[in-house]
């Protein structure tokens, strides 16, 4: 089983464009190899915008060497980007996007949402990718809340959605470059589970609702991630109440990372280039 490390608990919020307020709970800058694959976990809690004829988000900017993961808890989000792909991220649904070589792309309140006003609740993820795909061609994907499966937890304590990885024999819609799992997960009130995560693998659990208790008797409430070390094949977990939260685990890539602002690479001379190739429009545009 694994163990507890830490409970990286709410970080001071800051604004992502005018559109997205959100807490940074972890970074590859802090924690480093413990959260490897993953490089960057942004939560907005729930938040109620006002109408507005002007949809709020980010302008236009650009990725290279990673890949984002936008999961939409409510309101609803539209994307653009240079590599021609679109498309509106609305409830439960997850938007996947691989910038890999280079990307601009821009996010957007989704036009019908931003006129009438809502709560937007989300997470982005920084996934990290292996030098060797560092280069690929981006890529693009849409998952459906429709077409994500659930299934239920073990000893009945709730159920998982199953967004990347698998849980028994059912497996997530999204396509990955290294081993990961990404869950929704639903515990009932006074659930009591072993999670089921690979030994040697990262692990961590992130609560958007409840709260969440570990065998040392330490608790995570809403807007806290939990960390475990990579040692054990399994997440002990208990819920005093009906708790909502994403469980997070990957086999960790153990390669060097030079990051500045928008790239991922594996050294200064390859965050140059990306920024070489970002101003001479190798990226694409986006009008």
Not at 159 to 184: C, H, K, Q, S, Y
């Amino acid at each position: 089983m694994k163990t507890l490390t830490g409970i990286l608990r709410q970080a001071e919020p800051h604004w992502v464009g005018d559109g997205f307020p959100v807490r940074s709970l972890f970074s590859h800058f802090e924690h480093g190899e413990a959260i490897s694959p993953f490089l960057l976990l942004d939560y907005a809690a729930p938040f109620e915008f006002q109408p507005t004829d002007k949809p709020r988000g980010v302008e236009r900017h650009p990725h290279r060497g990673f890949e984002t993961v936008t999961i939409v808890y409510q309101g609803v989000l539209s994307h653009r980007d240079s590599a021609v792909y679109s498309g509106i991220v609305g409830p439960g649904d997850v938007q996947w996007m691989t910038a890999a070589s280079g990307i601009l792309h821009e996010e957007f309140h989704e036009q019908a949402f931003a006129r009438r006003g809502g709560v937007l609740q989300m997470v982005q993820l920084w996934v990290n990718l292996p030098a060797q795909d560092k280069m690929s061609p981006p890529g693009y994907q849409t998952l459906r809340a429709a077409d994500i499966p659930r299934v239920a937890l073990p000893g009945g304590a709730g159920t998982a959605r199953i967004i990347a990885g698998a849980l028994g024999e059912t497996r997530g819609p999204a396509r990955t470059f290294t081993p990961m799992n990404v869950w929704d997960l639903q515990f009932a009130k006074g659930a009591t589970t072993l999670l089921p995560v690979v030994d040697g693998h990262m692990a961590g659990l992130l609560v958007l609702a409840g709260s969440l208790r570990f065998d040392d008797a330490q608790q995570a409430g809403d807007c806290a991630f939990a960390l475990f070390g990579r040692s054990g094949d399994g997440v002990a977990v208990s819920a005093r109440e009906e708790t909502a939260a994403l469980l997070l685990s990957g086999q960790p890539i153990n390669e060097p990372i030079a990051a500045r602002g928008p790239f991922v690479m594996n050294s200064p001379e390859e965050l140059q280039q990306a920024l070489r190739d970002y101003q001479s429009g190798r990226m694409g545009r986006l009008s």
